[in-house]
Each structure stands twice: as structure tokens, then as C-alpha cells.
């Protein structure tokens, strides 16, 4: 009974800390142009609504102005509006915001996977290069790795590349990097 109960608590402890360590791990979405986002101001309904990320990357709040939102949390957003209510209009607002609609919030995976095509990026956490692989159905049987590059298109319009280095990422010797609207994930065929 006493071993019973031993590895009962232990393996309650395990999928205790599986759980908590495998939530801390997601990443919190942030704002981006395009990006829809539904701001509610408690007793406040004349502003409350639909606000869309303007390609610098603010939003137009009434009362307000323009206010800069790209690359904040739905939280950070929160706070600010709160915080820019509250230093001149009303006492103590409670603001909540949430991103609804997303335009082009896709990546794009092509060459050597085995579905390649458009995705949308998920709405409640980021993913990196390994992920977005997996999503288009992992590396074909004629995929290298190793040469995977990703195209991503920069504030001012110009393209970049940019090397996962999935051989290292693989090892656990590099971070992997994060897809983010847009970007174009290319994997080459190797070379036999």
C-alpha cells in the first residue's frame, strides 16, 4: 500500500510540473499591422469596438488619437488604453482587448515537405521553424534540413533571409527562430 501510494504521488507530481512547465513555454501573441483588435471599455459602449492596426502600426481611439499598439500584448494594450483614459477622461477604467480578425496572418512553407502550402499562424502562441515544418507535414524523403531558409519581409518592405540552422537547433546547441506573419519557409532538395 505504502509503495501504491509512493508512486501515485510521484506520478501526480510529474504530470503536475509536465503541465505547469509546458504552459510557461507558450509565448503571449503580440500586436501587428493588420491585425483587428477588440478593445471593450467597461459602462463605456461609445468606445468599445473594432479597431484596426494601421500599417504603423497604431490604432485611432476615440478621445485619444492615434495610438501606437504594434508589438504589444492584447495585456500591454490594455494597460495603455487604460492608463491614457485615466490620466485625462474617466476614473479608473477597466479596458480589456482582445485581437480578433487577422489579415495575412500566414506563413508559407515550399520545397521538399510533404504539404506544402499557406498556414495560418495560431492565434494563441507563437511557433518557430520546426513547428511550421511539422505543421505543413514535416521534411519529405528528398528534404535537407540543413539548408532551410526563411524569407522575411522587414518593416520597410525589404526581404531578408535568415538561417535556422536547423542542424544545430536539432543538437539543442541553437534557439530556433520564430515565424512571424508573412514569412516564407524554403526547403531545399539535397543533394544525393
Do not use: H, W
Request: some cysteine.
Amino acid at each position: 500500500m505504502k509503495i501504491f501510494l509512493f508512486v501515485s504521488s510521484f506520478l501526480l507530481c510529474f504530470l503536475a510540473l509536465s503541465f505547469v512547465s509546458g504552459n510557461a513555454t507558450e509565448k503571449i501573441q503580440t500586436v501587428q499591422t493588420g491585425d483587428e483588435l477588440k478593445i471593450t471599455v467597461y459602462r463605456e459602449e461609445d468606445l468599445s469596438g473594432a479597431y484596426q492596426v494601421r500599417n504603423n502600426g497604431t490604432i485611432e481611439f476615440p478621445l485619444l488619437g492615434s495610438v501606437s499598439v504594434e508589438g504589444l500584448s492584447t495585456l500591454g494594450v490594455s494597460k495603455k488604453i487604460s492608463q491614457l483614459l485615466e490620466a485625462d477622461y474617466l476614473v479608473n477604467p477597466s479596458v480589456s482587448a482582445s485581437i480578433g480578425t487577422s489579415t495575412n496572418r500566414t506563413f508559407t512553407v515550399m520545397g521538399n515537405v510533404t504539404k506544402p502550402g499557406s498556414y495560418a499562424l495560431p492565434e494563441d502562441k507563437t511557433i518557430n521553424t520546426l513547428e511550421a515544418i511539422a505543421i505543413a507535414g514535416g521534411f519529405d524523403r528528398y528534404a535537407n534540413p540543413n539548408g532551410t531558409k526563411i524569407i522575411r519581409t522587414m518593416p520597410d518592405g525589404e526581404k531578408k533571409a535568415l538561417d535556422p540552422n536547423l542542424k544545430l537547433v536539432l543538437k539543442g546547441q541553437a534557439e530556433d527562430i520564430d515565424i512571424e506573419k508573412s514569412d516564407i519557409i524554403i526547403v531545399p532538395e539535397s543533394s544525393f
